[in-house]
């Protein structure tokens, strides 16, 4: 379960891919089919949120990773870079780094 805590000090991956509403849907199993199979046996992964935008033209992965040298071990990792090459023939996507600054919850 994703826990975002600006003390846990990890790195965060958000993923923004953007797709043709016919090929969401084979995005999001390609993810989680690299997610469940390879990434989430990685050192240092944490854990990983998948979301669909309600018109089908985007899918974004929050993830959260130890450090960005793991991420990048993730990267180089040769069972993982597959999912990657049929991920970009279905879809552009755009990665960010980031640092919790500050999570909110709702009040009383």
Avoid: C
Avoid at 11 to 35: M, R
Avoid at 51 to 59: C, F, M, Q, R, Y
């Amino acid at each position: 379960m994703t826990i975002i805590n600006p003390e846990n000090k990890y790195l965060t991956l958000i993923n923004i891919f953007t797709v043709t509403p016919e090929n969401q849907q084979q995005l999001i199993d390609l993810l989680i089919k690299a997610t469940e199979t390879t990434v989430k046996n990685v050192p240092g992964f944490i854990s990983s949120s998948l979301h669909k935008s309600i018109d089908g033209t985007k899918v974004t992965m929050y993830a959260q990773w130890k450090s960005m040298e793991d991420y990048q071990a993730m990267r180089k990792n040769p069972t993982a870079s597959p999912y990657l090459e049929q991920a970009l023939k279905i879809a552009k996507f755009e990665p960010g780094m980031y640092e919790v600054v500050k999570s909110f919850e709702a009040g009383a």
